[in-house]
């Protein structure tokens, strides 16, 4: 069975940064795209950053030149760097991964920017 469990979050003050984090683990063959959404009370979920398999990444509008998503060479682990950050950048966190078109969620981290 597939897990991701995603750490960092936290309670930030506007203009500061968070790191967040998130391991895969399990039996997994090939991750074609690793990505982290986020959902803010009463929003839609939505995508903020992705990277494919090729080192292809895309960002949402609202957090280009903010925000960068990595993973580290094993390709089991993800990273989304958080600068700059904006109170409405507040919302739950999800790491995701998608393999041969079956997406698996982490259960999400909690990310909140006060003014």
């Known amino acids: 069975q597939v897990q991701l469990v995603e750490s960092g979050g936290g309670l930030v003050q506007a203009g500061g940064s968070l790191r967040l984090s998130c391991v895969v683990s399990?039996?997994?063959?090939?991750?074609?795209?690793m990505g982290w959404y986020r959902q803010a009370p009463g929003s839609q979920r939505e995508l903020v950053a992705s990277i494919k398999n090729d080192g292809t990444t895309n960002y949402a509008d609202s957090v280009k030149g903010r925000f960068t998503i990595s993973r580290d060479n094993t390709k089991t682990t993800t990273y989304l760097q958080m600068n700059s950050l904006k109170p409405e950048d507040t919302a739950v966190y999800y790491c995701?991964?998608?393999?041969?078109?079956?997406?698996?969620w982490g259960q999400g981290t909690q990310v909140t920017v006060s003014l």
């Open positions: 399990g039996r997994i063959f090939v991750i074609n795209v």
């Open positions: 995701t991964i998608n393999s041969f078109g079956r997406t698996t």
